[in-house]
């Protein structure tokens, strides 16, 4: 006897003892037979066939009368079924797909992965964490064979796989530009018009990128259109936005890009971040981007990554744990 | 929240007044409602942004979106009456400088 052979069979004698006994208890069991019907896949005529064969059963001498209402019902049925197989196959399907996503997110994160730079003068701390499976923030480190470390920071706008597979065009470029021998806003330049060419015509990427020069204590940046870090000097106590004007990356082809530099002495901090910071909000509130200075005084006497792991945890839970688009913050603080 | 788009379809210039927020929900609403406004050779595309409190990067996506149009159609996009934080968005993304943006639209007296 199959499962669907099974399943009449107790339909039967649920509906017998209901019929005898009136009882409550039968009234729960039809309940769990309708649990295993959705279990089986058993679609809504089939059970209406199922309630005639045991009406057949019960009452042969009403069938005359009830047979046709059943076949009719059965009939009126029969698209709730249709709808019933469509579900499943969405179901499966949805199956799939998610477990695609999370391959795809996988290896995402196993290509863009970058190795923070160890240096004795700079203590680096980065957290970068993605609201949805795919993280639409980007960073990035190189470090030169001359010592110079270059870092970018970047937002692809438009979320999700188009803007995951666009990171990884991003990657590929600067990995194949020649090292340390351009100056920040070339590499902004040289970015855009990789962005400009490939990208769908909503999509477009904000980026800082800077490079830090041990020797100098010289830090160069640019930015096309990037949410402003902020820069700590430990002499005057204050923090600073670094004033970087620029376009962002996608939007036109013939853009170009200013660099500024600025002397980084012990103590400094450089504070890196996306807007997911910035656009934290509690309830209906947004915080201000003060809000996010004074969360990092709270914790800059700490080591780097300890400050932005505080940082994040203070605005995930303002956040109630649910980030409303990715997270990366990224802080060096020089302490030689 | 929720995003309202209101459209006085003119011959030669289009209003589109939005009320709300532009975020990664109503995004594709504003894009549908816009891009098609866009496409109309010579004319003036106006969105009104006086009631839109809060715009996400995703709203500037679809600005992007529509600026790149317009141009390829010869259409004039003008965005009016932006409050401070969505301005804000525009003058961190430069976008200030290559976008027909008129802010200070509302008063007559100057």
């Not at chain 1, 780097?304 to 744990?321: G, L, M, P, S, T």
Request: charged content about 25%; some cysteine.
């Amino acid at each position: 006897m199959g499962t669907n052979d099974l399943d009449a069979r107790s339909y039967t004698d649920l509906l017998k003892g209901y019929i005898e006994t009136r009882d409550e208890r039968a009234l729960y069991g039809a309940e769990q037979i309708s649990k295993s019907f959705i279990k089986n896949n058993i679609s809504p005529e089939e059970i209406v066939n199922m309630h005639i064969q045991a009406l057949l059963e019960i009452y042969p001498e009403l069938t005359d009368k009830i047979q046709p209402t059943m076949n009719f019902l059965l009939e009126a049925m029969m698209a709730y079924g249709l709808a019933h197989q469509e579900y499943q196959l969405l179901r499966e399907k949805q199956l799939r797909i998610r477990s695609e996503i999370e391959v795809a997110a996988g290896m995402q994160s196993m290509l863009l992965q970058s190795e923070v730079p160890k240096m004795d003068e700079l203590d680096i701390g980065v957290i970068s964490v993605p609201a949805n499976q795919m993280n639409g923030d980007y960073h990035h480190f190189v470090k030169g064979k001359d010592g110079t470390i270059s870092i970018a920071i970047a937002d692809i706008i438009g979320k999700g796989i188009p803007a995951a597979l666009s990171m990884s065009m991003i990657k590929y470029a600067m990995d194949s530009f020649p090292e340390n021998e351009m100056s920040t806003n070339t590499i902004l330049a040289s970015l855009n018009r990789v962005v400009e060419r490939n990208v769908d015509p909503s999509m477009f990427i904000t980026m800082f990128y800077a490079q830090y020069n041990p020797d100098t204590g010289k830090f160069y940046y640019s930015s096309a259109g990037h949410e402003p870090g902020f820069f700590y000097s430990d002499k005057t106590k204050s923090f600073k936005e670094f004033e970087a004007k620029g376009l962002v990356l996608g939007v036109n082809p013939d853009t170009t890009y200013m660099q500024s530099e600025l002397d980084i002495e012990k103590g400094d901090m450089v504070i890196l971040l996306t807007d997911g910071v910035t656009e934290c909000r509690k309830g209906d509130v947004f915080i201000e981007r003060d809000e996010v200075l004074e969360v990092i005084k709270t914790y800059m006497h700490l080591p780097a990554q300890d400050i932005v792991n505080h940082v994040y945890r203070y605005f995930e839970k303002i956040q109630n744990f649910q980030l409303r688009d990715d997270f990366t913050l990224i802080i060096l603080k020089k302490v030689v | 929240m929720n995003l309202k788009i209101q459209i006085e379809d003119g011959n030669s210039k289009s209003i589109v007044r939005l009320s709300g927020e532009i975020d990664v929900y109503t995004a594709p609403k504003l894009k549908d409602a816009l891009l098609p406004l866009t496409k109309r050779q010579g004319t003036i595309l106006e969105v009104d942004l006086e009631l839109v409190n809060y715009m996400d990067s995703t709203g500037l996506g679809v600005f992007v979106n529509a600026l790149k149009l317009s141009k390829e159609n010869r259409c004039n996009l003008i965005l009016v009456n932006l409050q401070d934080t969505v301005l804000r968005l525009f003058q961190i993304t430069g976008l200030h400088e290559i976008m027909d943006l008129n802010s200070t639209i509302r008063g007559v007296e100057e």
